[in-house]
């Protein structure tokens, strides 16, 4: 410690060092527009979900505190939006992987590199087109009378007009493609950080492609399908533009759920409980998964280990 | 491989087949919608969904509509303020990031990084 802080001196410049304030005091300011505009709102939420609305004119009273709101989050109508939601954003985040890892691959290690600078450009674009012009497109789209419709019937794929909109598959689908390039960017990085002599190695030792993605190429990608695993459910499970233009009553998300409730209800108990739901189930849900992967990948290494002393070369 | 055959394409296979087919699959995937929205917005008819002739006439409704030109202004002010501030104290906050991780890793100054500063002419290790 004492070597780091000379460290630290030497770097700073010559002479003493004179009184200066702490090395941290220059991120004061991001800690207190995160505590004003991050923790104190978060806090507050927490609180207002143990009050009530008192009458229909007013939103929120925290007078008298309970459970009550949680219980009334668990009744059987909202339940089916929870699980619901649940299911849309474990399907649209393992559907971003798949659809994302070849992709990413493709694009790291496949494509020219003359084109890849170009190409992840192009993968940047929707990512920045606003969220909802992309879900109003897709709102067309979709449209019993729209475009991808007719294109359908008259390839003869469809007998009648698409109906999808206003369902659950239609929000599952919307969720997909509002995400992917956020499952893409981590897992392209991951991937073209590989040093492409790793692959020939792997290869020379006689391993074929498929041993050599499972053994090679899949672990040392695992921190970017971890980021992107992150960076794609968090957000996709609290997600509700995509719900409320694509959904309808049938497609539903908790996220639409809350809106409702701070909007048109004017319950803030009630969505505020809900939103505390939400964010204990995400985290939950992380954590649930954090442990099944680091169990399947003590087995792998377990696996692997008898593998190695079983078989002495 | 060879160093003449390297310079040569690689054979086509089924899987670089595949994936070239899945890059351009999701190429279009994620393009789709903007294409459908920038097509719809020279759409002449006041119904977002049916389309009915081509023309510029949202275009000329949309700057004649102080509304939206009122917005198209807010948006960019607030969008500016933004930058300016996450710009700031982001800056900020990164430099005083680095230089307690600096202290709490005790990272020194590169010995390597200052040996090849040192043995560029002109620079000499004082």
Redesign the interface.
């Known amino acids: 410690?004492a070597?780091?802080?000379t460290?630290?001196r030497?770097?700073g410049g010559p002479g003493r060092p004179r009184r200066r304030l702490p090395?941290?005091?220059?991120?004061i300011?991001?800690?207190l527009?995160f505590i004003l505009f991050f923790a104190i709102p978060v806090l507050l939420i927490v609180w207002y979900s143990f009050g009530y609305k008192p009458d229909i004119f007013r939103t929120i009273s925290t007078d008298q505190l309970s459970f009550d709101r949680y219980a009334e989050s668990f009744s059987s109508t909202f339940r089916s939006v929870f699980t619901g939601t649940l299911q849309i954003s474990i399907i649209g985040t393992t559907l971003c992987l798949l659809?994302?890892f070849?992709?990413a691959?493709?694009?790291a290690v496949?494509?020219p590199s003359r084109w890849r600078g170009l190409?992840l450009g192009?993968?940047i674009?929707?990512f920045w087109?606003n969220f909802l012009?992309?879900?109003?497109?897709?709102l067309?789209?979709l449209?019993p009378?729209?475009?991808l419709s007719g294109i359908l019937q008259d390839v003869g794929l469809l007998a009648h007009p698409l109906d999808v909109l206003d369902t659950r598959a239609a929000v599952q689908l919307g969720v997909v493609?509002n995400y992917?390039?956020l499952m893409i960017f981590p897992l392209f990085v991951a991937l073209d950080r590989l040093d492409p002599a790793l692959r020939e190695a792997s290869k020379d030792l006689g391993a074929n492609?498929w041993r050599t993605f499972r053994q090679v190429t899949l672990p040392l990608a695992m921190p970017g399908v971890i980021a992107g695993l992150l960076l794609v459910f968090i957000p996709l499970t609290g997600d509700y533009i995509t719900a409320t233009v694509l959904g309808g009553a049938k497609g539903n998300m908790v996220g639409a759920l809350v809106a409702s409730q701070f909007n048109t209800a004017q319950n803030w108990a009630l969505g505020s409980a809900m939103a505390v739901i939400l964010i204990i189930m995400i985290l939950g849900t992380v954590a649930v998964f954090a442990l099944i992967g680091l169990g399947v990948r003590a087995l792998v290494r377990r696996s692997r280990r008898v593998e190695l002393v079983g078989q002495p070369v | 491989m060879s160093a003449a055959s390297a310079r040569v394409r690689p054979p086509r296979d089924v899987v670089n087949g595949l994936l070239d087919a899945w890059g351009i699959l999701v190429f279009v995937f994620l393009f789709l919608p903007i294409v459908i929205i920038v097509i719809y917005s020279f759409n002449d008819n006041r119904a977002l969904i049916v389309w009915r002739e081509f023309g510029i006439a949202p275009y000329r409704d949309a700057i004649d509509n102080p509304t939206i030109r009122g917005a198209i202004f807010t948006s960019l002010r607030a969008a500016a303020g933004a930058s300016v501030i996450a710009t700031v104290l982001g800056s900020l906050a990164g430099i005083a990031l680095a230089l307690v991780s600096a202290v709490l890793l005790a990272i020194e100054p590169e010995p390597a990084a200052a040996d090849t500063a040192a043995s560029l002419p002109g620079i000499s290790r004082s």
């Not at chain 1, 090395?23 to 991120?27: C, I, P």
């Not at chain 1, 012009?133 to 897709?138: D, E, K, L, Q, S």
Request: no cysteine; net charge positive; proline share 10%.
């Open positions: 410690m070597e780091a802080a460290g630290a030497v770097g090395r941290f005091s220059l991120a300011p991001a800690w527009l659809i994302a070849p992709f691959y493709w694009l496949k494509v190409l192009l993968t674009v929707p087109t012009v992309r879900t109003i497109g897709w067309i789209l449209q009378n729209g475009p493609y992917l390039p492609r």
